[in-house]
């Protein structure tokens, strides 16, 4: 039945021979039209009888047969191939999202293409349009930043898009987020609590929604909580810019307490009090954000706001095949809940430095001139 091949051919060209394998082939055995299986190994289920179908199906199996799925994405104009573009292989906390992403998206059968994205804007930009050409069927950003030109070319392109972690508040396009103001509620409550009064937030740059988002609801919330809150800025989610802003924040005097815009800069934080000779939670007690893998282990392991990143990706595939499916539906944020996770970076705070002042928030951006502002809250 079918091709018959050489029982001396390698696993290589027995593999090839197998592949070229035909629609027509399969017909041709089966005694059956070409449109026949066609409809019957794409499951369509007019047309064909149950039983046909199940034949061929077999006799396809024993042929060998694959579809062609280039030349079907050339007919159809899709390749059910997905581009998740994530800001920073390197990051702990997109690993769980990709992973999870990718498992919801396969049993639709969905391929996921893992993208890093370059820096500047007009390569940016060119990446959207390179993975367009090439018939990408939809694209999942973790990393989208206000005025993206990523963005920018997929509106323009038209092409199915969801931002994952971070959204944009004009709504443009659909989005899984995590509720960053009950974050911040979370810490301060956490901290409040055990007595701290002087704390400072050590936030992700504001180009970001979620470094700008953290920001905006720490110097909302310091004055129902009663807290001295200052700000400084990192240039990035790392460890070296929570260092270096770090650094700034202590050079300008003392607070009790740290609330890092992520864990990558909670690291960074925990570096630059170490090198001062500061103990956490002794002398200064930390908190980080997002409870990527692992920071339960070091020393002290760290308290956190954990993101539900399971969660996250499972909606963010079920909204991308709802949007390539109706891409005129109306678009939608999702909000998520976050949890704080206490661990051992965090505890009472030594009787100096703690304060009962009226609440204030004192603003810096770290690597520039030092000009505070300071405002009531």
């Given at each position: 039945m079918g091709k018959r091949l050489p029982t001396n051919m390698?696993?290589?060209?027995?593999?090839?021979?197998?592949?070229?394998?035909?629609?027509?082939?399969?017909?041709?055995?089966?005694?059956?039209?070409?449109?026949?299986?066609?409809?019957?190994?794409?499951?369509?289920?007019?047309?064909?009888?149950?039983?046909?179908?199940?034949?061929?199906?077999?006799?396809?199996?024993?042929?060998?047969?694959?579809?062609?799925?280039?030349?079907?994405?050339?007919?159809?104009?899709?390749?059910?191939?997905?581009a998740v573009?994530?800001?920073?292989?390197?990051?702990?906390?997109?690993?769980?999202?990709?992973?999870?992403?990718?498992?919801?998206?396969?049993?639709?059968?969905?391929?996921?293409?893992?993208?890093?994205?370059?820096?500047?804007?007009?390569?940016?930009r060119d990446l959207v349009t390179a993975l367009a050409n090439r018939l990408v069927s939809g694209l999942l950003i973790l990393s989208a930043e206000r005025h993206d030109p990523m963005l920018i070319e997929a509106k323009r392109l038209m092409l199915s898009t969801v931002l994952v972690n971070r959204g944009l508040g004009e709504q443009r396009f659909p989005s899984v987020v995590n509720d960053d103001r009950e974050s911040v509620r979370l810490v301060l409550d956490h901290l409040t609590r055990l007595g701290h009064r002087a704390i400072a937030h050590v936030a992700g740059p504001r180009s970001s929604s979620t470094g700008s988002a953290r920001r905006e609801g720490f110097e909302e919330l310091c004055g129902q909580f009663g807290v001295i809150g200052t700000v400084v800025e990192a240039k990035a989610f790392t460890r070296e810019a929570g260092r270096e802003a770090t650094e700034e924040l202590l050079d300008g005097g003392?607070?009790?307490?740290?609330?890092?815009?992520?864990?990558?800069?909670?690291?960074?934080?925990?570096?630059?009090?170490?090198?001062?000779?500061?103990?956490?939670?002794?002398?200064?007690?930390?908190?980080?954000?997002?409870?990527?893998?692992?920071?339960?282990?070091i020393a002290p392991p760290l308290t956190t706001v954990r993101v539900a990143v399971d969660e996250m990706a499972r909606q963010a595939a079920q909204l991308l095949l709802d949007h390539m499916k109706m891409p005129t539906q109306t678009v939608s944020m999702r909000v998520l809940l976050p949890t704080l996770i206490v661990r051992e970076s965090t505890?009472?705070?030594?009787?100096?430095?703690?304060?009962?002042?009226?609440?204030?928030?004192?603003?810096?951006?770290?690597?520039?001139?030092?000009?505070?502002?300071?405002?009531?809250?």
């Open positions: 390698t696993s290589k060209k027995r593999e090839a021979a197998m592949s070229a394998v035909t629609i027509g082939d399969v017909a041709l055995a089966a005694g059956v039209h070409p449109a026949s299986v066609s409809r019957a190994l794409r499951g369509v289920t007019t047309k064909v009888s149950t039983s046909t179908r199940e034949r061929i199906e077999r006799i396809a199996r024993e042929m060998g047969y694959r579809p062609n799925a280039i030349a079907a994405s050339l007919r159809t104009r899709q390749t059910n191939l997905v573009v994530v800001p920073d292989l390197g990051n702990p906390l997109f690993a769980p999202i990709v992973q999870g992403v990718e498992e919801a998206l396969r049993k639709q059968g969905m391929l996921c293409l893992i993208v890093q994205p370059p820096h500047g804007a007009d390569d940016r003392a607070v009790s307490a740290i609330f890092a815009g992520n864990d990558m800069i909670a690291l960074g934080s925990l570096d630059a009090l170490k090198a001062r000779g500061l103990a956490v939670p002794r002398d200064v007690s930390l908190v980080g954000h997002n409870d990527m893998p692992l920071v339960d282990l505890g009472k705070p030594r009787e100096a430095v703690a304060s009962q002042s009226p609440a204030c928030v004192s603003v810096r951006a770290a690597g520039r001139p030092t000009k505070n502002r300071t405002r009531a809250v």
